[in-house]
């Protein structure tokens, strides 16, 4: 099972800021990656695929990068909407799917 | 646009059982494959089984095998997974997801539902 390991558990940054995020994997998982946002009470949402690309809808603001086992998602300039968590999750080597175990990130 | 609805969450006693549904609308649902994704309280996200688009094929976690079965109904396009041998520990709010791939199941999930929340409690 590949574990990913996310950091840090917990960002506090201010609107207007810029967000680094990262997630490394236990094994290689070429490209194999998303990033997902998740706020309580509502679905998450796919944001990221395959490390780079940007889902159907993301604001330009939200970036992917990475392949192998280091991977990071960066948010260039944080708007208030963005405050919840992110979790990474590798496609490559299933089953299991496996997540991150999220990142929080917080208004300062 | 996509819609995915669950149902079928409430409280079991351990060693229960609990079927949930997740209709869907929007898109062809015959023409993709589904996932289940849990959360705990306190906790992530958690995979917990994926079925391919025609139902022929079904994967599941270690943690859940044997006990939980993912099926779908293409004709009413509707979403299921069967729940047996409850433990406290499978104590989640239970969403179901579309996968990103079409026929192909690429274990990205591009929609979600709202979930549906599953209390195992004597």
């Known amino acids: 099972e590949i574990v990913l390991t996310q950091s840090p558990g917990t960002l506090s940054l201010s609107p207007g800021e810029r967000a680094t995020l990262s997630c490394r994997a236990s094994q290689s998982v070429r490209r194999c990656l998303a990033w997902y946002q998740h706020k309580p009470g509502q679905a998450p949402r796919l944001l990221i695929y395959d490390a780079s690309n940007r889902a159907t809808g993301i604001p330009a603001r939200f970036s992917g990068s990475g392949s192998g086992t280091d991977f990071t998602l960066t948010i260039s300039s944080l708007e208030p909407e963005d405050f919840a968590i992110y979790y990474c999750q590798q496609c490559s080597n299933w089953p299991p799917i496996t997540f991150g175990q999220g990142t929080r990130l917080d208004i300062k | 646009q996509v819609h995915l609805v669950e149902s079928g969450g409430g409280v079991v006693q351990p060693g229960g059982s609990l079927r949930l549904s997740c209709a869907a609308s929007?898109?062809?649902?015959?023409?993709?494959?589904l996932h289940w994704v849990r959360q705990a309280p306190g906790k992530g996200l958690q995979w917990v089984a994926a079925i391919s688009y025609d139902g022929r094929e079904n994967y599941y976690p270690d943690s859940v095998k044997g006990r939980y079965t993912i099926s779908r109904d293409n004709s009413k396009n509707t979403l299921y997974l069967q729940m047996s041998s409850l433990r406290v520990d499978d104590t989640a709010v239970y969403y179901c997801?579309?996968?990103?791939?079409?026929?192909?199941?690429?274990?990205?999930?591009?929609?979600w539902g709202q979930g549906t929340l599953v209390t195992v409690s004597s």
């Open positions: 997801a579309r996968d990103f791939g079409g026929l192909a199941v690429v274990a990205t999930s591009d929609s």
């Open positions: 929007g898109f062809t649902f015959g023409a993709y494959g």
